[in-house]
């Protein structure tokens, strides 16, 4: 069994400051993590994500995430927030061993970027 | 086209009528998924199917709900006598396997039942 928290349904940062979205997980196996961004009225796309060697993994638009499995955690962070940056996130997390790896994704966190 | 299409992109329908929604995945992946959006509860994982085995219709709400997909490709839900809180955005997304491999989303079908 899988399952996602992502902390916090909306998230508001100032223009430049650190944006920093949590996501913990529960897996029984080890876990492929990704972080997937919708634009307003768009379908989802891939950020970053996870799946063997490195921890800290370098995603597009200067994103970043780091796997920490001690803390079952994957949260998503980029220095300096761009007023483009704003729109819905949503953590993911798929089995890495078994015969069906299905994906199973977060409620989503709205980030909001003031100027 | 290179991405998923879905049409319609909108759909508006009375309450009991019958409705299709319509995904075109990226040639050549066999993974196709079908996800509902509603206002405020993220993603609900609907089907799956993956080559020619057997889809997965666990996360189907209601016996109203069935999907296809035909000669591997396009795929289509289906609902049935639709009520009001079928009301969604309906997305559709395609991956070369499953599990590590991204998903690529269409745009979605913005379901409303008056």
């Known amino acids: 069994a899988q399952s996602v928290t992502q902390l916090g349904s909306h998230v508001s940062v100032s223009e430049g400051a650190l944006v920093l979205l949590r996501c913990n997980y529960s897996s029984s196996v080890p876990p492929y993590l990704f972080w997937y961004v919708q634009y307003p009225n768009q379908g989802l796309q891939l950020l970053l994500k996870y799946t063997t060697g490195a921890t800290l993994v370098k995603g597009i638009n200067g994103f970043e995430a780091e796997f920490k499995k001690s803390e079952t955690s994957f949260h998503l962070t980029k220095p300096s927030a761009h007023m483009s940056d704003a729109a819905e996130y949503f953590c993911a997390v798929s089995p890495s061993s078994g015969g069906y790896q299905k994906v199973t994704f977060g409620t989503g966190t709205k980030l909001q970027v003031i100027p | 086209g290179a991405g998923v299409s879905q049409s319609p992109s909108n759909k508006v329908t009375e309450k009991g009528k019958d409705v299709e929604l319509r995904c075109d995945p990226i040639?050549?992946?066999?993974?196709l998924y079908w996800y509902r959006q509603s206002l405020g509860q993220g993603l609900e994982f609907l089907i799956y199917f993956q080559g020619n085995s057997a889809p997965d219709k666990s996360g189907l709400p209601s016996d109203r709900f069935s999907a296809e997909r035909t000669g591997g490709s396009v795929s289509t839900l289906t609902i049935q006598r639709t009520q009001q809180e079928d009301s969604a955005v309906y997305l559709c997304a395609s991956s070369s396997r499953q599990g590590t491999d991204t998903q690529y989303f269409g745009p979605g079908t913005r379901l409303t039942v008056l």
């Open positions: 040639s050549g992946h066999t993974a």
